[in-house]
């Protein structure tokens, strides 16, 4: 069983940064990439950045030059780094392991950006 737990995210102002994380279970972890995607309300989920099982990050346009991913495989956990953070920011982050169609979803975690 798969699990995964996203946390971090919370309230900032234009410019400011926050990290949001994600813990998985399970051995699944080693050999599989790790995306953080996000949906803002009223819009569709998109995604922000992905690392691959062999630290390899990829970047959308929204987070290229902002945002950092990282992982811990000490703790089978992802960062995301978020740096200089806009109000087109906000919105619900969360994780993923094993593919948007198939795989596993973290609960979320909330980012707000606004002054």
């Known amino acids: 069983q798969v699990q995964i737990v996203d946390s971090g995210g919370g309230l900032a102002q234009p410019g400011e940064s926050l990290r949001v994380s994600c813990a998985v279970s399970g051995s699944i972890f080693d050999y599989s990439t790790v995306g953080w995607f996000r949906q803002a309300p009223g819009k569709q989920r998109e995604f922000v950045a992905s690392i691959t099982s062999r630290d390899l990050p990829i970047y959308s346009e929204i987070a290229k030059g902002r945002f950092s991913i990282s992982r811990d495989g000490a703790k089978n956990t992802v960062h995301l780094q978020m740096d200089n953070l806009k109000p087109e920011d906000t919105g619900n982050y969360s994780c993923?392991?094993?593919?948007?169609?198939?795989?596993?979803w973290g609960q979320g975690t909330q980012v707000t950006v606004s002054s």
């Open positions: 993923n392991i094993g593919g948007i169609w198939n795989g596993w």
